[in-house]
């Protein structure tokens, strides 16, 4: 069994794990928290997606989904639906995107982690009636460009 295939694979569900368990509990008093390992984790899954792909990402496509909709939601419908969604046009679309350059790689990371932020919102309110605050969304898309650098810089660094 070659370790160093699976080294990738088990570092960023480690990062999934932990990102998806600090973004779920409560800090009431510095809820940013909260909100910056939400946007960690959706931009784990999607490196993890575009630059790991295999069919098993649906499954934990399915897992991580329904698990955000039970804690945040308590239905399953936004979360399930945006991760399953997103993993399908990744993977309808991956030979033409790894054609790309790594800038536009990285740009269209980008814009695909805030175009999921924005989907969940816009499900969350279809299926639940769930209003996010301006707020809210202004704070994840201002987090999302904040951590984006770094965190991409940490993945190229894990991924060697």
């Given at each position: 069994m070659n370790l160093k295939f699976y080294k990738p694979s088990i570092i960023f569900n480690f990062l999934l794990l932990i990102s998806f368990s600090?973004?779920?509990?409560?800090?009431?008093?510095?809820?940013?928290i909260n909100y910056l390992f939400y946007v960690f984790f959706h931009l784990t899954f999607?490196?993890?997606?575009?630059?790991?792909?295999?069919?098993?990402i649906y499954v934990i496509a399915l897992f991580y989904g329904v698990l955000f909709d039970i804690i945040l939601l308590d239905d399953i419908s936004s979360h399930l639906l945006t991760f399953i969604l997103l993993v399908s046009i990744?993977?309808?679309?991956?030979?033409?995107?790894?054609?790309?350059?790594?800038?536009?790689i990285?740009?269209?990371?980008?814009?695909?982690?805030?175009?999921t932020l924005f989907l969940e919102a816009i499900f969350a309110y279809l299926f639940n009636n769930i209003v996010f605050?301006?707020?809210?969304?202004?704070t994840y898309s201002i987090l999302s460009i904040i951590i984006f650098i770094?965190?991409?810089?940490?993945?190229?660094k894990l991924d060697i």
């Open positions: 600090i973004s779920i509990n409560s800090f009431a008093e510095i809820e940013i999607i490196y993890f997606l575009f630059y790991h792909f295999h069919y098993s990744f993977y309808m679309l991956k030979k033409f995107l790894f054609h790309l350059s790594s800038n536009q990285s740009i269209i990371i980008l814009l695909t982690l805030i175009v605050t301006p707020y809210q969304i202004i770094p965190s991409i810089f940490l993945f190229n």
